[in-house]
């Protein structure tokens, strides 16, 4: 059952109309852009509002403008896909529900899924134009639904300044929440929905493996678990090792060593043919040990980008580079040979290898530190 036409606001009906299966991009003045060229879309189904009559709708929208200035977003807009990943992400609850928070929500189809399957959702909506109607979600759900002005990826941003919505301190969300710090090895306290917006997957993933590895934001309370919609492109980069080095990269390395990623389900956009994934990644129980923790995971970084820097050296060269150590040794303790390149090492042989250094006894000093390879998220 799509949701009702009656009541929402003119941008609001306008999203909704987005036919089955498809995927819809609002943002700042989008009714007075023209229809972008072709290889702008990124496969997506609409660059540009239109609408796509559906049987379930008693009224048709005319175009009207929008007020947003929060530039372009990506919403769910198929009641199939929405019903599969909440389903998916809920399966057959016999304990009580997790507690949901989904990223940008907009005209709520995923909402409305979650909720439906028995969820308990926060909705952080960065647009306000979509509020009252998220709100309207929750009626008669004794408390299950909560609506909140924010964008979670803009959550804690750099700076010492006033944070202005629908940026927000992690801190004051949770606090208002409710929701208290769990050890690193205890469960999962929470978990993030949502979508990951076009052209910023990149620094996301920069953004939220620093958190992760600091324990820092949202990860101070926990290992969070995310379930979020993703490229095939990023995706593949992601989940890159030795098998196919063109896309094996830093990032590759850090999120497989600090979580579990899973597919739970692909999407083929039309008519690009092009991908998108449902994953899971969840922080690994294991990741910090006596020699790799929140307070030296910038060591870790450092070493992982320095060997990716020029990623056909021997990984021999490397070590000379990194630590006064002997190469050749840690090489032996870790089962390298000398003729081994960085694209040979798998990302936990990265984990091995620095835990080997760190925790060295035969130097005073482990490390050969150059901070001129600190960095930036989007390194």
């Not at 196919?244 to 060593?257: A, G, H, K, M």
Request: hydrophobic share 35%.
């Amino acid at each position: 059952m799509w949701i009702p036409v009656a009541g929402l606001p003119p941008r609001l009906t306008l999203s909704s109309l987005v036919g089955a299966g498809r995927f819809c991009i609002l943002g700042a003045g989008a009714a007075r852009r023209k229809p972008l060229q072709a290889r702008n879309r990124r496969g997506l189904s609409d660059s540009a509002p239109q609408l796509c009559p559906d049987p379930d709708f008693r009224k048709s929208p005319s175009r009207v403008k929008s007020k947003s200035t929060l530039g372009f977003n990506r919403y769910i807009t198929s009641r199939r896909l929405a019903e599969t990943m909440a389903q998916i992400v809920c399966g057959k609850q016999k304990t009580p529900p997790h507690l949901f928070l989904e990223c940008n929500p907009g005209p709520g189809i995923l909402t409305q899924a979650l909720l439906e399957v028995g969820a308990k959702v926060v909705a952080l909506e960065s647009d306000k134009t979509f509020i009252p109607h998220l709100e309207s979600l929750g009626k008669n759900l004794e408390g299950k639904l909560q609506v909140i002005h924010c964008d979670f990826f803009k959550m804690d941003p750099k700076g010492t300044g006033a944070i202005k919505p629908p940026a927000m301190a992690s801190q004051d969300l949770f606090q208002n929440l409710g929701i208290e710090a769990v050890p690193w090895k205890a469960g999962i306290p929470l978990k993030i929905i949502g979508t990951f917006p076009i052209r910023s997957e990149r620094k996301i993933l920069w953004k939220l493996i620093h958190n992760l590895y600091s324990c820092t934001s949202i990860y101070k309370y926990g290992r969070i678990e995310l379930n979020v919609l993703i490229y095939e492109k990023e995706f593949q980069k992601l989940m890159a090792d030795p098998r196919n080095p063109d896309l094996y990269q830093v990032l590759s390395v850090l999120w497989q060593v600090a979580c579990k990623i899973e597919v739970l389900h692909k999407e083929l956009l039309e008519p690009s043919q092009e991908k998108l994934y449902f994953i899971q990644i969840t922080p690994c129980r294991n990741l910090f040990t006596e020699n790799l923790t929140p307070m030296n995971y910038q060591v870790f970084i450092h070493m992982v980008k320095h060997c990716f820097g020029k990623r056909k050296c021997r990984l021999l060269d490397h070590l000379r580079s990194l630590t006064p150590l002997d190469a050749k040794d840690i090489l032996r303790q870790i089962g390298k040979k000398k003729e081994d390149k960085v694209t040979n090492l798998y990302p936990q042989d990265f984990k091995q290898l620095f835990e080997t250094i760190q925790s060295s006894k035969d130097c005073a000093y482990r490390w050969l530190y150059d901070d001129r390879l600190e960095g930036r998220y989007n390194d």
